[in-house]
């Protein structure tokens, strides 16, 4: 049985930085209970969020290690980043690419959306698949070169236990993407 959604009674921003909005919000559930909530609203600037995953074949994938502010600390991860206004996905996912990992894609294919914090949060995550890569750099925005990597699918046991690797969404998509390929999903 789908339950009825609460009535939004009032949304306030209550604060805003570059690139995020907190927001207040007032909610009537289906049984007259009243709560307000606090969320981290969408990008201030109206951008999308992309993650890719890189294939240099069907067992082997690109990854990219940079400094996590969150974290303190550096953090292996998958190119992602915000997808301009005027701009497609998957330009922005290659775009993103050819900046952070240094390859472009001749195939780049949508897979899903993740969420982050869904309590808490209104940001997802628009997940890429890129195929066919070939070497490209274009200059990004990074403060500093990113390390490059390459791992296998028979890596992720060991890359899960590393300390430098702990986002979530980015573990998600690398199984998503193994099953893709090896046929199980």
Request: zero cysteines; a negative charge; glycine letters at 6%.
């Amino acid at each position: 049985m789908m339950k009825k959604k609460p009535e939004i009674l009032e949304t306030q921003e209550v604060a805003r930085s570059a690139l995020f909005r907190v927001e207040r919000m007032k909610l009537r559930f289906s049984n007259g209970v009243e709560r307000t909530y606090e969320r981290l609203g969408g990008y201030s600037s109206g951008h999308q969020a992309v993650m890719v995953v890189p294939l240099l074949d069907d067992n082997h994938f690109v990854m990219i290690e940079e400094y996590a502010a969150g974290t303190e600390d550096y953090q292996l991860s998958l190119p992602k980043g915000l997808v301009e206004p005027d701009e497609d996905l998957l330009a922005g996912a290659e775009r993103e690419l050819k900046e952070e990992a240094g390859y472009g894609a001749h195939s780049l294919k949508y897979l899903t959306d993740f969420t982050l914090s869904p309590n808490y949060m209104t940001h997802s995550m628009r997940v890429v698949l890129a195929r066919d890569l070939y070497e490209e750099k274009l200059e990004g925005d990074e403060p500093e070169p990113l390390g490059v990597q390459v791992f296998s699918f028979d890596d992720l046991p060991a890359l899960i236990a590393r300390e430098d690797f702990s986002e979530a969404r980015v573990l998600a998509a690398l199984y998503m993407v193994r099953d893709i390929v090896r046929g199980e999903a």
